[in-house]
């Protein structure tokens, strides 16, 4: 008999993620308001926005006043910051939660920060001790955990070194990325295993975008390793500037739903969740195709 999880944590990575690929400005306004609904769902830990140039991200642009705003007390409400330059601008807020990233993929990373894998990690590890100084909670990003859109299969070993270099640091949680959909259900369990014996005292959680419709199949891989906690985005919103075809991350509806019915406890409502993705469907311009969606709007 299989052993799983009797309760998971999602995610909600959809404000920030999720709607950092939109072309179209989607109106402060509105984020506010989908971040208020994804809360009143239940979601307790969420990306809220991030901290980056909006030369290169426009729809980020107005993160400061999300930040500004969409803080409480209930949430853990993650800033993603790529550079000193964001974090600085971090240490100006209330928020106490913060993510950075670094693809495993030396051409990812090039094309996303222009920086190479170790390079980024040499800014970055001096930034991390200095959060974990402060008090900070520090998530880190794995890219490119899988496959590269540049490089091809990624070697686990190299992953899994990765993650130790974040962890020797002090990053208090690994979210770790398959960024553009390739991982097949065997990988996921194979990786996510070996960081689960490697990490034990770390939070892991897996985020994988649904571009071959194998997100569901390798959460539950994953839920066989042992694992607990998955990013997700409502309305499987999302996408990557840098990572060429790459489609939305798994729905949060359908991940709940599947879960639901499996017995394991998400404490996310799906009623109020269809609230929040209803309210941003009109502003984006990625069609809602998930199953749980689709199925009811066809029955309301």
Same mark, same amino acid.
């Given at each position: 008999?299989?052993?799983?999880?009797?309760?998971?944590?999602?995610?909600?990575?959809?404000?920030? +993620?999720?709607?950092?690929?939109?072309?179209?400005?989607?109106?402060?306004?509105?984020?506010?308001?989908?971040?208020?609904?994804?809360?009143?769902?239940?979601?307790?830990?969420?990306?809220?926005?991030?901290?980056?140039?909006?030369?290169?991200?426009?729809?980020?642009?107005?993160?400061?006043?999300?930040?500004? +705003?969409?803080?409480?007390?209930?949430?853990?409400?993650?800033?993603?910051?790529?550079?000193?330059?964001?974090?600085?601008?971090?240490?100006?807020?209330?928020?106490?939660?913060?993510?950075?990233?670094?693809?495993?993929?030396?051409?990812?990373?090039?094309?996303?920060?222009?920086?190479?894998?170790?390079?980024?990690?040499?800014?970055?590890?001096?930034?991390?001790?200095?959060?974990?100084?402060?008090?900070?909670?520090?998530?880190?990003?794995?890219?490119?955990?899988?496959?590269?859109?540049?490089?091809?299969?990624?070697?686990?070993? +190299?992953?899994?070194?990765?993650?130790?270099?974040?962890?020797?640091?002090?990053?208090?949680?690994?979210?770790?990325?398959?960024?553009?959909?390739?991982?097949?259900?065997?990988?996921?369990?194979?990786?996510?295993?070996?960081?689960?014996?490697?990490?034990?005292?770390?939070?892991?959680?897996?985020?994988?975008?649904?571009?071959?419709?194998?997100?569901?199949?390798?959460?539950?891989?994953?839920?066989?390793?042992?694992?607990?906690?998955? +990013?997700?985005?409502?309305?499987?919103?999302?996408?990557?500037?840098?990572?060429?075809?790459?489609?939305?991350?798994?729905?949060?509806?359908?991940?709940?739903?599947?879960?639901?019915?499996?017995?394991?406890?998400?404490?996310?409502?799906?009623?109020?969740?269809?609230?929040?993705?209803?309210?941003?469907?009109?502003?984006?311009?990625?069609?809602?195709?998930?199953?749980?969606?689709?199925?009811?709007?066809?029955?309301?």
């Amino acid at each position: 008999m299989m052993t799983l999880p009797k309760k998971i944590t999602i995610i909600e990575v959809g404000p920030r +993620d999720g709607l950092q690929n939109e072309k179209q400005f989607v109106p402060t306004e509105i984020k506010k308001q989908f971040i208020q609904e994804l809360r009143n769902a239940g979601i307790m830990e969420m990306e809220l926005t991030s901290f980056v140039s909006p030369k290169w991200v426009p729809q980020m642009g107005d993160a400061a006043e999300i930040v500004l +705003d969409c803080l409480d007390d209930q949430t853990r409400n993650i800033v993603l910051a790529p550079n000193r330059k964001g974090i600085d601008r971090i240490y100006s807020t209330s928020c106490k939660a913060v993510a950075v990233f670094v693809g495993v993929s030396d051409s990812f990373n090039k094309k996303n920060i222009n920086k190479s894998t170790s390079e980024s990690m040499a800014e970055l590890k001096p930034i991390i001790q200095e959060l974990k100084e402060k008090g900070y909670f520090v998530r880190a990003c794995i890219s490119t955990a899988f496959y590269c859109p540049y490089e091809g299969k990624i070697n686990e070993n +190299d992953t899994i070194q990765l993650c130790r270099n974040f962890v020797e640091t002090g990053v208090d949680e690994l979210s770790v990325a398959d960024t553009i959909g390739m991982a097949a259900p065997n990988e996921a369990y194979s990786l996510f295993v070996k960081l689960k014996e490697a990490f034990p005292k770390t939070l892991l959680t897996a985020h994988f975008h649904d571009t071959r419709k194998l997100g569901l199949a390798n959460i539950f891989a994953c839920l066989q390793a042992g694992i607990d906690r998955f +990013d997700t985005s409502a309305g499987g919103l999302g996408g990557c500037p840098f990572a060429p075809g790459a489609s939305g991350n798994t729905a949060t509806e359908d991940v709940v739903y599947m879960l639901e019915r499996m017995g394991i406890v998400t404490g996310i409502d799906l009623s109020k969740l269809l609230v929040a993705i209803e309210l941003v469907r009109p502003y984006v311009s990625r069609k809602i195709e998930s199953s749980y969606y689709r199925l009811h709007a066809q029955n309301n």
